[in-house]
Nanobody, 115 residues
């Protein structure tokens, strides 16, 4: 059974940092392209960052220079280091894994940036 389990969300003040983790049971994890997406209240889900199986990364313009995506294939985990957080980063963050026709999502973790 495919599972993606996110953790690390919470409440943080503006300017603070959080690190999200996504533990995956995805067969051969190293073959998957992984990503983080987020959805704020009343808005559509949007891409935050992706990392391919070749470790090529891509970021939304709104998070470039502040967020870093990484993966540890031995631990079957993908991370999202978030620095200099802003109130507009408040959202539910979802982990995604894709390989071939497979497209899997986690249940999401809430990130709230507020004073």
């Amino acid at each position: 059974q495919v599972q993606l389990v996110e953790s690390g969300g919470g409440l943080v003040q503006p300017g603070g940092s959080l690190r999200l983790s996504c533990a995956a049971s995805l067969g051969i994890f190293s073959m998957y392209d992984m990503g983080w997406y987020r959805q704020a209240p009343g808005k559509e889900r949007e891409l935050v960052a992706t990392i391919t199986r070749a470790h090529t990364t891509n970021y939304a313009d709104s998070v470039k220079g502040r967020f870093t995506i990484s993966r540890d294939n031995a631990k079957r985990t993908v991370y999202l280091q978030m620095n200099s957080l802003r109130p507009e980063d408040t959202a539910v963050y979802y982990c995604n894994g894709r390989y071939g026709v497979g497209n899997f999502w986690g249940q999401g973790t809430q990130v709230t940036v507020a004073s």
